[in-house]
Structures are given as C-alpha cells and as structure tokens.
C-alpha cells in the first residue's frame, strides 16, 4: 500500500461507512484505486496529493476512499481505469461519473472541477455502470473446434514477425499463449520466449518484469508479480520440455531462485515487488550497494497458486528439488491457513483477514492443486474446493460470478470474468480426469460454453480459453499405474504433452495407458515403451 500518512488527504477505508457518509452529506466518493508495487501511486501521492490547496479541495467536497487493488480484486475488477493509481469518481451508489490513471496536480484540479459541476447538476443521474456490470449472465453458446481455429487465426494476425510476441506497440509476456502457441506455431512460442528473457529478464537479482512499452521490447516496466513470475516460470518450463533449450530452463531456474530468496516469507510466497527504476538501471556493481524496492510480504491465495503451479511443472521436468521443496511448503500454508471447508480466503496476515471466496483463489488454488496431483501424488483438498465453488459462485447458466454479490458500490452486481473463468474450468477438466468424475467436466464445458459466442471476437491475449476448450473436446490422459516419483511415472510427466494430464496411482498396475476422450490408444510398462506408444501416437 502506498503511504497514506505522505498525503494530505483524509482517506476513508473501503467500506460501507464511507458511502453512508457520501449519501447522507450528499458528496461524491473520491476512489483512489492503488497497489504496493505501483510507482505511479506514490508519485501521485507526493505529487498530487500532498498538495495543499489539492487535498482541500478533496476533503472538504468530496468523500475520498482508498483501496488496495490486490487485496480487494472485486473492486479492482469494477473499477479499474486500465492502471495503478486509479482515480475514480462516483456516486454515493457507486456509479461511476468519471476515471483516469495517474494525474498530475493541474489534470486533477480540472477534473474535481468538472466533477463537482456534473454532480451538481445531475447528481446520481449522472453516474454510468460499467458495461460489464450491465447484463447478467453470458449470453452462452457451444465448445467447438472452430473455437480452436479461430485462435490459431488470430495468432498468425497479431504475431510481430520482426520482433517477436504478439501486437505492435505494447509487449506483454502473455505465458498463457506462448504455452498455445508452442503446440500449434511454435516458432512463434520460442521467438517469444526468447524475447521475453532478453528484455524482461532481470539477470542480476532474478525475476521477470511486468511488460514493456515499446514494441522492440524496450523500456520495461519493472514492478515483479509473483503471479506471472509464477507463470512465466510454468511456459518457460513448458518451451524447455518441448525444444530441450537450456536458456530456458535456465531462465526458469532463475526465477524460481528469486520467488524462494527474495519473494520467499518463511511460509509461502509474498504478493510482489516494487518496479524502482533507478534501482533496476545500476549497474550490478552499484546495485549491491543500493536498497532493493520493497517487496509486498502479503501471502495472497491466487498469487501463491500460479507460483505454486509455476514450480511444481518446472520441477517435473528437471527434478529440481528447490522448486519441489518451496511448492510444497507454500501449498501446506495455503492449505493450512487459508482454505477451509472448500472456501478459500484471500489473504490472512494475522491482524487482517481479507475476503473469503473470490473466483480468483478458488481457481488458482485448485489448478495448484491438480498440478501437485499429478506431479506429486497429493491432492489436499481439491474436491472439496470445485465443490465449494460450484456450489456457491455458479449461476443456473453455468457461468461463474467473481465472488459474493454482496457489498458496497457496485460490489452487489454479478461480474462473470473471462480469463478467471477459464482458469477454473481448466482446473475442473484436469480434477475430472484425474478423479474419473466426469461431471466436473461438464461443469467445465458449461462454464467455457457460457462464451461461447464471445469467441470470434476474442484475441491473442485470451488464448487460454482456446487451449481449454479443445482440451475439453478432447482430453488426453497418461493413466500410470505406479506411484508418484517411479520411474515410469516421471517418464509420463516429461513426455506427456503439456495440455495433458498425467495420473499417478492408476489402476493399471505396472503399465501407462494412453487414454483420449476415453478410448486406450496405447499401453507400456517401461519409460521407453511409453516413449514408442507416443512417438508413435503423435507420428
């Protein structure tokens, strides 16, 4: 959280209290929208808000809010301008009347001005719902190959083929799509990676930087999120499986060492760090003698899943017993502290209990579940949270909410989030072959079918859904009759594609069977038979 004591702002907490106080004063909310690891929030504290006549002007005509976004990801989802800081002015409903990013003291000054006009001549008339916020459920639709098509299209649309990844100005590392890519244009994937650890690859401390504003990959911005270090470390992991470059599996070796040195709370992963840029810019000589930017030590649900995941596919790979250890140590905390009875809570710090099931955790937790699963033999509660979450965030359409429709402002309305959606029915696919349920599976389909009609209109950042929803048309199994860590087993993990699932304890004792969409295609009892039947089945 940035330092609310360096404004000169009267900042009300999230809550209920503070939009009482809006209605009964007759005043808009001021919500200012921040992260830890967001430089822009600080520099608009000391820029902006620590100006007299600025937060004057604030405390006296408006009722001014502040929120962590990473702790509170429905208002984050609701109300998000497109970046850290978000400045959002709204209704004593919380409708909104209008937003920005970062301001400076005279963009702000003009704003409160037009604000303050606005409200007053309309009042709550003038507040607008956010367009996502505005229809219930998906309208729906069918899972077919064509989903699948549609995506490959799109990866050949919006490739950058004198740079790499994908776009032509903006460069997001996208690990979600480089892991499509790397099964359908996979020199696409690997010209990507090798972007990514060129540019985003911090190789002094370690740890991959957010994105970078040129389309050359230059200027990066350099904030670290535990959650895509966590899955930039799973597509790395996935590139080195499938080419046998050591680049790869040395840039995920790397990370892995920064999430378990400096991200690393004695417990389980902490949430993120700051993107300092003069810090980031020394040279390694001057860096040693500089402080590093702080790092967030808020052990977050949906963070420590991705990480958690993220190790866990690295470790099956290579065997590396430091991403092994660190996995298991973050899943028994996550498990221990914040899973309970299938609800997952979003944080706990021991003096402040963040909100309890929110898609978001329910579905990373899970995937982190079903991977330890299949790599370890160790499920800890995963049935019993798909149940939980089917139970109690699924609507009669099949589609998922983002958590309880309950709260202030707009928290009362339904959100049905794509990419969160996604990632639970991933999860859910990967718990039905794993269990032989096969009604997780139909959730799943349900959950995907739910947008259905969405998916010509999708792009190359929501490649997930693509890979999902062929997944669940037909999925593939590596039955193997033998424990987790026999040599059999490890063979299956290294040689299964990724988009597979691999499960250890089978009753096909001494054999793997290779199963699609429930038909054997193959059996062996040794690692290089195992090897023929899918040499043979991808021939």
């Not at 992963?269 to 040279?283: H, K, W």
Request: proline share 5%.
């Amino acid at each position: 959280m940035t330092d609310d004591d360096a404004t000169k702002v009267e900042w009300r907490e999230w809550g209920p209290e503070a939009f009482e106080e809006a209605r009964r004063t007759g005043k808009p909310v001021l919500l200012s929208l921040v992260t830890p690891w967001s430089g822009d929030s600080k520099a608009m504290d000391a820029a902006t808000y620590s100006e007299p006549r600025v937060a004057a002007n604030v405390n006296d005509g408006f009722v001014p809010v502040r929120a962590d976004a990473d702790r509170r990801p429905r208002v984050r989802e609701r109300y998000n301008m497109g970046g850290f800081p978000s400045t959002v002015f709204l209704t004593p409903e919380g409708t909104v009347l209008t937003g920005a990013t970062f301001l400076a003291v005279d963009g702000f000054r003009g704003i409160l001005d037009s604000v303050r006009k606005t409200w007053d001549g309309k009042g709550e008339d003038a507040g607008s719902v956010p367009r996502a916020l505005r229809n219930a459920a998906p309208t729906g639709g069918e899972v077919t190959p064509r989903i699948e098509e549609h995506m490959v299209e799109q990866l050949l649309a919006a490739y950058d083929d004198e740079f790499g990844g994908w776009g032509s100005d903006v460069k997001f590392p996208l690990p979600r799509t480089i892991e499509f890519a790397l099964v359908r244009a996979r020199d696409q994937a690997t010209r990507t990676l090798d972007a990514v650890q060129t540019h985003l690859l911090d190789t002094y401390d370690g740890g991959f930087y957010r994105y970078a504003t040129n389309r050359n990959w230059g200027s990066a911005v350099r904030e670290k999120l535990t959650d895509e270090n966590g899955a930039l470390v799973r597509a790395f992991a996935h590139g080195y499986r499938y080419t046998g470059d050591e680049t790869y599996r040395d840039s995920a070796a790397q990370t892995v060492e920064y999430l378990t040195t400096d991200c690393w709370t004695g417990d389980a992963f902490a949430a993120s760090q700051g993107g300092d840029p003069e810090y980031y810019t020394l040279e390694p000589t001057d860096r040693e003698q500089a402080d590093a930017p702080p790092v967030d030590g808020t052990v977050f649900a949906d963070r420590n899943g991705l990480a958690i995941d993220g190790l866990l596919t690295f470790a099956a790979y290579t065997d590396d017993e430091r991403a092994l250890r660190y996995a298991e140590r973050a899943r028994e905390h996550v498990v221990d502290t914040l899973v309970d009875g299938g609800e997952v809570t979003h944080y706990d710090t021991g003096t402040e209990t963040g909100p309890s099931g929110l898609l978001t955790d329910q579905a990373r937790v899970l995937g982190a579940l079903t991977t330890s699963w299949q790599v370890q033999g160790e499920p800890g509660p995963a049935r019993e949270i798909a149940d939980w979450t089917i139970e109690h965030l699924r609507d009669d359409s099949g589609a998922f909410r983002d958590g309880p429709t309950e709260g202030p402002g707009l928290l009362d309305r339904p959100l049905y989030p794509l990419d969160t959606s996604v990632e639970l029915a991933d999860a859910l696919l990967s718990l039905s072959l794993l269990t032989g349920d096969d009604r997780y599976r139909e959730v799943a389909h349900d959950a995907v079918a739910a947008f259905g009609a969405a998916a010509e209109r999708m792009g190359v950042e929501v490649a997930h859904f693509a890979s999902t929803a062929a997944r669940l048309l037909s999925p593939s199994v590596i039955e193997v009759g033998a424990p987790a860590g026999s040599d059999l087993h490890r063979a299956a993990l290294r040689l299964a594609d990724h988009e597979s699932v691999v499960v250890p304890d089978a009753d096909c004792r001494g054999e793997a069977r290779v199963v699609t969409d429930g038909t054997v295609e193959g059996t062996a009892d040794s690692p290089a038979g195992l090897e023929a039947v899918l040499t043979e089945d991808r021939g």
